[in-house]
């Protein structure tokens, strides 16, 4: 069965650090995806990855795909409030399911 | 062109009552997906549907949950005698042609919270 795990689960940052969310996957899957969710709010997609080494940027973050090691990153570079939400990665099974990360809880502070 | 519409968006429901929640796909969308998310946990797959059709109802449980896509109308997601841990807040998603079914760019609607008293 695939597994995503998604560390950390909680981060908690001041305004203008950097930092990177780390998406780690357990089978073969050419295909990733990050959303975030504000609280009690939908999902909006961020990026889509779909093939090795892609990297996608929009504003300060940035996400990347290496597929031969199974992971994927959000970084986060000067952060500030108003990206504090809930971030989530979820692989394409190739099939017809997203599995979802466990999510990371993102709260930045002045 | 509006989103993916999902109603009701809060559901208050007494144990052994039924629950209907409501998907109406993106204008154009021929496959709607079927979510679950705990507090606190990420989202879990239910069911995969196209008109009329269920494609995969690997994360369904077998007992209570069923959901349809009919010809005309909305996604409806049932779920008979709820009990508190069905609780929860579900998702649905839609997405539109095969090639983006091939990239399974799923849009997702704003979800139904469902309490379970």
């Known amino acids: 069965e695939l597994k995503v795990e998604q560390n950390p689960l909680f981060l908690s940052m001041q305004e203008g650090k950097n930092y990177t969310i780390y998406c780690n996957y357990s089978t073969t899957s050419d295909r990733l995806y990050w959303y975030r969710q504000d609280p009690g709010k939908s999902l909006e997609s961020l990026f889509v990855?779909?093939?090795?080494?892609a990297v996608k940027q929009e504003g300060r973050l940035m996400a990347s795909l290496d597929t031969k090691a199974r992971l994927s990153t959000l970084h986060i570079t000067a952060a500030v409030h108003d990206l504090s939400a809930t971030y989530f990665c979820?692989?394409?099974?190739?099939?017809?399911?997203?599995?979802f990360g466990t999510g990371t809880r993102l709260q930045v502070f002045p | 062109n509006a989103g993916v519409m999902q109603n009701p968006r809060h559901l208050v429901r007494r144990r052994g009552q039924e629950a209907r929640l409501r998907c109406s796909p993106m204008k154009g969308h021929s496959h709607v997906y079927w979510y679950r998310q705990l507090p606190e946990e990420g989202l879990k797959f239910m069911v995969y549907l196209q008109k009329e059709n269920i494609i995969d109802e690997s994360g369904m449980p077998k007992e209570r949950f069923s959901a349809e896509f009919p010809k005309e109308g909305p996604s409806i997601l049932r779920i008979q005698q709820v009990v508190r841990g069905d609780s929860a807040a579900y998702f649905c998603?839609?997405?539109?042609?095969?090639?983006?079914?091939?990239?399974?760019?799923?849009?997702f609607g704003a979800g139904t919270r469902l309490s379970v008293l």
């Open positions: 990855l779909l093939s090795n080494g």
């Open positions: 998603a839609s997405s539109p042609d095969l090639q983006q079914v091939a990239k399974n760019i799923q849009y």
């Open positions: 979820a692989v394409d099974t190739n099939t017809d399911k997203l599995i």
